[in-house]
């Protein structure tokens, strides 16, 4: 599989831009229905909590299939998923506010799904920033791990940030949160495997082993 990795890691590049390129032919051809950039915030803001979403998953699906190449794919699918927040964030801040930032901050206090999907993001630039090996080489791996868990208060965030935006039918940000459940209760679960297997010496207490990203 490895001989290939170079062509499936630009497949998957490409394929990351289809929602992006998809939204820009609608825009462009004004299919994006009544209210456009509503539309296209919204859009850009779910397609942020699915490539999340896709990152964790690359944890339990390298260790169900052994196939250790799939996490040489996690930095490009995480730095998508920032990318496509970036772009969420823009069009709230531009073309929803024209960067009025009395009218930013009144949303703020008034709607309690806006604070928490911007401290999503913010949690998300640390992560950024970090993804690359000078930053690993930097911090050391055991704090650049440390630091890097914060994915998982940020995959919690953004559903609670979908949650709390959509006001009737909220069977969509329910389903992502379910799946977000089973991601984080697949690290649960092999780090209390691990545990369990990590012989007790005389007189010391087990301590922990790190939860991976």
């Not at 390129?21 to 397609?47: F, K, M, Q, S, V």
């Not at 190449?69 to 920032?82: D, E, Q, S």
């Amino acid at each position: 599989m490895m001989r290939y990795f170079p062509q499936i890691k630009a497949a998957l590049f490409v394929a990351c831009l289809l929602p992006l390129l998809h939204l820009g032919w609608g825009a462009w051809n004004d299919t994006l229905g009544a209210n456009p950039i509503e539309y296209l915030t919204r859009a850009l803001g779910t397609w942020t909590l699915k490539m999340l979403l896709v990152t964790l998953a690359i944890t339990p699906l390298r260790r169900l299939t052994g196939w250790g190449w799939l996490v040489r794919l996690r930095r490009m699918l995480g730095l998508y998923a920032f990318f496509y927040g970036s772009l969420h964030l823009s069009c709230y801040l531009w073309l929803d506010q024209f960067f009025d930032w009395s009218e930013i901050g009144h949303d703020i206090v008034k709607r309690p799904f806006i604070p928490a999907g911007m401290t999503a993001f913010a949690l998300m630039v640390p992560l950024a920033a970090t993804s690359n090996h000078a930053a690993i080489r930097r911090l050391g791996g055991a704090r650049w791990q440390r630091l890097h868990r914060l994915v998982y208060l940020t995959g919690m965030l953004a559903v609670l940030h979908y949650v709390w935006m959509v006001k009737q039918d909220v069977t969509l940000p329910v389903v992502y949160g379910a799946i977000l459940l089973v991601l984080l209760g697949f690290r649960v679960v092999g780090w209390l495997g691990r545990l369990r297997r990590m012989p007790a010496a005389p007189g010391r207490k087990i301590i922990p082993i790190a939860l991976r990203p």
